[in-house]
């Protein structure tokens, strides 16, 4: 019986996806090979290990209420994470009988959160145990101990991974027992990888004798992030010879080759920025060490927030590799793309012990560098999706690009800020368009042609957000859209399938959310595989819809897409917002605000009338002339009249007779201004008006006084027409 119970029990790491009702029928089955109840107490205050028994004993027999009420016990007892993870190991059944429970409790809604809790303090105090280092230290002296004893020193020392290094490395480099020297060696080949990096930290500031040894350690452990390291040492003029030697043994032993030192450090770190999983010791940890190493401390770890672990490294490394060659291009488009991304990824509330009181900004470090490099920070953007990035890069390039270095800097292989002009993020899209727009060229380039219209778009669209939903059933489409359409989304397109959002996708300027619902795990897997196929939706927020059988596999072959988030269908309103808003915010910094929709009209508006005054050869204004006609019938206040300032310098009889509709309708306010706009195009372009404007005119000028007839005025002088009416008026006055 015991040994089926095990083969259906979930470990408390993974989200069990079984349903309620089996979750109580296998806890009922181990009734039958449960223990006793603990022992009744009356009166007295119950230990913690008591408590974690009586909660593992009542989980086991499908007792939910006191297993509940006792597990909400033992998180209230003051007991420490360390003290629960001993409890556990040293309980009858050990960590066993302990997962097969929290396995049993998380499939139970009325236990998952508090079996959820119990199972995160009892790791965090297994890992507490594990480094904290006065165990380290006792451990290493039971390194030549007893045969138990050295396995025993062996499981902790593993256990405890790169945070044994330093006290393993002081027994080599400072320790009096040679015995030890040799075992804490041995234990360091035992740690393996975790042991790689606080080494390479080391090795430069050891005495060389210690440098041989972590050099020969290095090739025995045999991972390439030690290469750089290595052949710094090993071309070190005043390295000696049996070090320099064993640095070359090393050296070739982790599989690295050339001389190129800045070259081997920036490899390194771009493997680090694109997030080499073998680079990052405790991945699902909230904090990871960067090392480094004082001659009178050792080696010191300082704890960053993993979310930002492989941009601190990358920086590092790049820094590194310009201390050796300065002009290598690729460190130092590293450099500046992770300290942007550092600062976009820095959890809120959190701080960068390493970076964070840096004297310069990562804005700094964007532009002082020039061009080429923005250009190669928003090309690796690009190419990774990341759309904070790529709006960073961009307005990098905003503050240092002109007419004149626009595109120099890539040369004509590659130019990012054009592809950035059909990237899947509208703001993305305005922001490369409002560069260019403000260079203004003095030539024309491939794909000018979109820059005008992309403007103009954003002078038109209201504060809109665009989503597509697939879902292979109708009434779960319907639903999806009802959903979304209720938090102020436009359904862009709602289809079966990825493939039939084609048509839709040609006809929308950008996208900001694509939800996906299908009954099949596989099918959803297929879905999010197509969606991201498409150039359009490459970049674009994914919600999957998900039932909580299915999630537990999406999470395992979705997870790595960082703007993709699974949830389950009906969450209600406020939990589906707050999903939405997170999803939002990680993937391209929120939904658009009427506050920067208003914000890139009027910089649009700004472009477009410099391109118009200054006749840029690459852009053609008359291709906003649409959405200007159309925006001077929804547009209100000042950004009417700059619409209408831009249309005067368009030479068009439909865009004149626009104006002059407008100006013949509007009211006090405005009149004089849009007057103004008609004259300046008549006397651009000559006389497109029609006979109702000319009447509508002439009676303005009739009944019109002051400022208002004086405009009036201009426009019929403007317009250089003889009229018998005009004359009346001087007539009339005498």
């Known amino acids: 019986m015991m040994r089926f119970l095990a083969s ?49 004993h009542y989980t086991r027999i499908a007792k939910v209420d006191l297993a509940t009420g006792y597990g909400q016990e033992l998180l209230d007892s003051g007991v420490t994470n360390a003290q629960l993870a001993v409890m556990v190991e040293e309980a009858e059944g050990g960590v066993k009988r302990f997962d097969e429970a929290i396995g049993r409790a998380l499939m139970v809604a009325e236990l998952e959160d508090i079996a959820a809790e119990v199972a995160r303090r009892v790791e965090t105090g297994r890992l507490d145990l594990a480094r904290d280092a006065d165990r380290i230290e006792e451990a290493i002296k039971m390194l030549t101990g007893t045969q138990r004893q050295k396995l025993l020193a062996t499981g902790r020392l593993k256990a405890a991974g790169e945070y044994a290094v330093p006290a393993l490395l002081r027994e080599i480099t400072d320790g009096r027992d040679d015995r030890l020297a040799l075992a804490a060696q041995s234990m360091i080949s035992t740690i393996g990888l975790d042991a790689v990096t606080p080494l390479c930290e080391a090795l ?25 390291f290595l052949r710094s040492l090993a071309i070190d003029r005043t390295t000696p010879g049996p070090v320099a030697r064993a640095a070359d043994r090393a050296f070739a032993a982790v599989g690295a080759t050339g001389n190129d030192i800045g070259g081997l450090f920036a490899e390194l770190a771009e493997q680090y920025y694109a997030g080499s999983g073998s680079l990052v010791p405790y991945p699902n940890e909230p904090a990871n060490n960067v090392w480094s190493y004082d001659e009178f401390v050792g080696l010191a770890p300082t704890p960053v927030p993993t979310a930002i672990f492989n941009e601190v490294m990358a920086m590092r490394r790049s820094a590194q590799a310009l201390a050796a060659d300065p002009t290598n291009r690729l460190a130092l488009g590293v450099f500046v793309a992770a300290d942007l991304k550092r600062e976009n990824d820095l959890p809120e509330g959190a701080d960068d012990p390493v970076y ?99 403007l103009a778009g954003a002078v038109q669209a209201a504060n809109q957000s665009f989503a597509v939903i697939v879902a292979d059933d109708d009434e779960n489409r319907r639903q999806a859209a009802r959903d979304l359409e209720a938090l102020g989304f436009t359904i862009a397109a709602a289809e079966p399938r990825a493939n039939f959002l084609a048509p839709a996708l040609a006809e929308t300027s950008g996208v900001d959310l694509a939800v996906v619902r299908m009954r099949v795990p596989q099918a959803t897997q297929d879905t999010v595989e197509s969606l991201r196929t498409m150039p359009q939706l490459a970049a674009v927020p994914v919600l999957v819809l998900a039932s909580t059988v ?40 929120g939904r658009m605000t009427e506050a920067e929709s208003e914000a890139y009209a009027f910089e649009s508006l700004g472009a477009l009338e410099d391109i118009a005054i200054a006749c840029s050869p690459a852009y053609a204004i008359k291709d906003a002339e649409s959405a200007l006609l159309d925006a001077m019938e929804s547009r209100t206040g000042r950004a009417r009249l700059l619409v209408a300032g831009i249309l005067a310098r368009i030479e068009s009889a439909t865009a004149q007779q626009k104006l002059f509709d407008a100006a013949l309708a509007a009211g006090e306010g405005e009149q004089i201004d849009l007057l103004t706009a008609v004259a300046d195009s008549v006397k651009r372009f000559g006389n497109r008006a029609e006979p109702r404007h000319i009447a509508g005119l002439l009676a303005l000028v009739a009944d019109a006084s002051g400022s208002t007839a004086e405009a009036a005025a201009r426009v019929h002088g403007a317009l250089n027409i003889t009229s018998t009416d005009a004359v009346k008026l001087i007539t009339a006055a005498e």
């Open 8 to 56: 259906v029990t979930w470990s408390f790491r993974i989200r069990p996806t079984a349903t309620k009702t089996i979750a109580c029928c296998l806890l009922a089955l181990a009734t039958f090979a449960a223990p006793a109840p603990a022992q009744t107490r009356s009166g007295v205050a119950p230990q913690p290990s008591q408590l974690l028994e009586d909660f593992v």
């Open 356 to 454: 964070g009181a840096s004297r310069y900004s990562p804005d700094f470090y964007a532009t002082v560098f020039g061009t080429g490099v923005s250009m190669d920070v928003l090309a690796r953007a690009i190419d990774t999706n990341d759309t904070r990035l790529v709006r960073d890069a961009i307005a990098a390039l905003s503050k240092t690009t002109g007419g004149s270095n626009l595109f120099g800097a890539m040369g004509r292989d590659r130019r990012p800020l054009l592809e950035a002009l059909s990237y899947p993020d509208r703001r993305v899209q305005y922001d490369a368009a409002l560069t260019l727009a403000h260079a203004l060229p003095e030539e024309g380039f491939d794909g000018d042609y979109r820059v005008v219209p992309i």
């Open 550 to 589: 299915d999630e537990p596999l999406l999470r395992r072959e979705l997870g790595e897409d960082p703007y993709l988030r699974i949830a389950r269908p009906g969450l209600g309103a406020t939990r589906y917002e707050a999903v939405l808003d997170e999803l939002l915010r990680v993937a391209m910094g």
């Open 204 to 228: 430069p500031a050891v005495h060389p004798d210690s440098q041989l040894v972590i050099c020969n350690l290095l090739g025995d452990i045999r991972y390439a992030h030690a290469a750089p």
